[in-house]
């Protein structure tokens, strides 16, 4: 099993940045994928940022350029730091992991309790 804790979140003025962190633990073999998903009110969820067990990443396009997803192995944790933050990227950022099971090694989707990001204009 897997628990994901991610933090971070708060309220920032247009221009400013936050980083997002989610440390994940419990068992599992390996960590396949570690990003975050976001939601706004009257939106559906959204890929944000992935990063993938060959060392890729995936940015959503409306991030590209202004978000970056980086992982520290020893820690389990995944950060995603966001700098030029704009009003529309107010949502809550729920942190996903996929990781292969102890045992079985099938594979298993986790989430994170999200956290409030809000950019003031």
């Known amino acids: 099993q897997v628990q994901l804790v991610e933090s971070g979140g708060g309220l920032v003025q247009a221009g400013g940045s936050l980083r997002l962190s989610c440390a994940a633990s419990?068992?599992?073999?390996?960590?396949?994928?570690m990003g975050w998903y976001r939601q706004a009110p009257g939106k559906q969820r959204e890929l944000v940022a992935i990063w993938g067990s060959g060392g890729s990443t995936n940015y959503a396009d409306s991030v590209k350029g202004r978000f970056s997803i980086s992982r520290d192995n020893a820690k389990n944790t995944a950060y995603l730091q966001m700098n030029s933050l704009k009003p529309e990227d107010t949502a809550v950022y729920y942190c996903?992991?996929?990781?292969?099971?102890?045992?079985?090694?099938?594979?298993?989707?986790?989430w994170g309790q999200g956290t409030q990001v809000t950019v003031s204009s």
């Open positions: 419990g068992s599992f073999f390996s960590i396949n994928a």
């Open positions: 996903y992991c996929n990781t292969k099971n102890l045992g079985s090694l099938r594979l298993r989707d986790s």
